[in-house]
């Protein structure tokens, strides 16, 4: 054993040895950090492997190599690799709550365990904690998302099966969520003034604003851009990366959205976001910050939500007897026949558009409590 001093004056532990009739030299570690002692107690196991036909080089290597595979082989690891390859491809909104339920519901648990040792009660263990607090449709999202991820270390060599399988059946179904809406026509006007007379976030009361009038999914309008906007058009275009169904999805903007759109703008259009968030302009508004306005005007979990006010407009344009085809088109809904689904757009456009203007008039007339009789599609 020496120390090797470079011409830079680091100085290495070094030892020399032979092994199968080969001069090596076996590395011990950096003085300081190793002191004489240490590079001793090296050494002296360093002589214990070669007594014994091992190379204490190789196996040095091969213990290195197994550290790095077992860093590389956690399910935090796999899962997080997994994430990162698959979740460009999915709506900001989708991928973001994916990565908070791996972080707060399995990684705690589950994070440092060799995926390919994680056995079906281990992963029945931490959906049942999930569980146990009553939030049983993210158990059953949890469960899908870890048995995608353990199919994934199968086709990368990091496991042999897919655990996740054996679980069908262990976690109750959850029950069939409804978003609450108001339907009855005075009831939606009783709830446009009470928005108009939200005294809080102005940005927070356009946002309330605009739901209804455009009727997207809640992610959509918080993520909403200035870039996708076009206000002397009257047409918001949402990017197909954006949306759950990945198409590009087209919104006619009524008179009265662009109004509205045209009020804020001064405020929050030198920004990104249209509806950016209270503390910072570089974030959209909080997932939460629609539901938690409609509480403070007195609407409970049970009365409203905004994911209400797609209901409301499905609801009654549907018994105002509008196309389906326009309606399902303007809630982007999937249509699973290519052909019909391209017909539909370019079909249904222009209905469309004189859709979303009487909708915004239908709306206003309620909000002014006046007694109407429904507006009827072939009235326009």
């Known amino acids: 054993m020496y120390l090797e001093v470079t011409p830079t004056g680091a100085k290495y532990w070094r030892m020399k040895f032979r092994h199968a009739g080969k001069e090596k030299r076996l590395a011990l570690g950096v003085y300081p950090e190793v002191g004489l002692k240490d590079a001793r107690e090296k050494r002296d196991a360093a002589r214990k492997l070669l007594a014994d036909g091992i190379d204490p080089a190789a196996a040095k290597k091969a213990r290195k190599a197994a550290a790095v595979a077992e860093a590389t082989s956690s399910f935090e690891a796999v899962a997080r690799e997994w994430f990162a390859k698959f979740a460009p491809g999915w709506a900001p909104t989708h991928s973001d709550k994916i990565i908070r339920r791996l972080e707060r519901d399995i990684f705690p648990w589950l994070g440092n365990r060799p995926i390919a040792e994680i056995s079906a009660p281990d992963l029945l263990a931490v959906l049942r904690r999930i569980e146990s607090r009553g939030a049983i449709e993210t158990a059953h999202r949890a469960h899908q998302n870890?048995?995608?991820?353990?199919?994934?270390?199968?086709?990368?060599?990091?496991?042999?099966?897919?655990?996740?399988?054996?679980?069908?059946?262990?976690i109750p179904p959850s029950k069939e969520r409804h978003h609450p809406s108001l339907t009855d026509p005075k009831a939606v006007g009783e709830l446009l003034r009470a928005i108009n007379g939200y005294t809080g976030s102005f940005v927070t009361k356009c946002a309330?604003?605009?739901?209804?009038?455009?009727?997207?999914?809640?992610?959509?309008?918080?993520?909403?851009?200035?870039?996708?906007?076009?206000?002397?058009?009257?047409?918001?275009?949402?990017?197909?990366?954006?949306?759950?169904?990945?198409?590009v999805h087209i919104i006619p903007l009524s008179i009265q959205a662009v109004a509205l759109l045209s009020e804020i703008k001064p405020l929050t259009g030198k920004g990104c976001y249209v509806f950016p968030g209270a503390r910072t302009v570089t974030r959209p508004m909080s997932e939460n910050t629609v539901n938690a306005a409609l509480r403070r005007l007195g609407y409970g979990s049970d009365d409203m939500t905004g994911h209400g006010f797609r209901s409301i407009a499905s609801t009654l344009l549907n018994e105002q007897g509008w196309n389906r085809d326009a309606i399902e088109r303007q809630l982007a809904h999937a249509e699973r026949d290519s052909i019909r689904a391209a017909y539909n757009y370019a079909e249904h456009m222009p209905e469309r558009r004189k859709m979303m203007q009487a909708w915004a008039d239908y709306l206003d007339t309620l909000c002014k409590g006046a007694d109407v009789v429904p507006l009827r599609a072939g009235d326009v």
């Open 146 to 170: 870890c048995g995608q991820i353990l199919r994934y270390a199968i086709a990368t060599g990091r496991a042999e099966r897919d655990t996740s399988a054996d679980l069908r059946g262990a």
């Open 208 to 247: 309330m604003q605009l739901a209804p009038l455009v009727f997207v999914r809640p992610g959509e309008l918080r993520h909403a851009e200035w870039n996708e906007i076009n206000l002397d058009a009257a047409e918001w275009r949402i990017p197909a990366e954006k949306m759950k169904m990945r198409a």
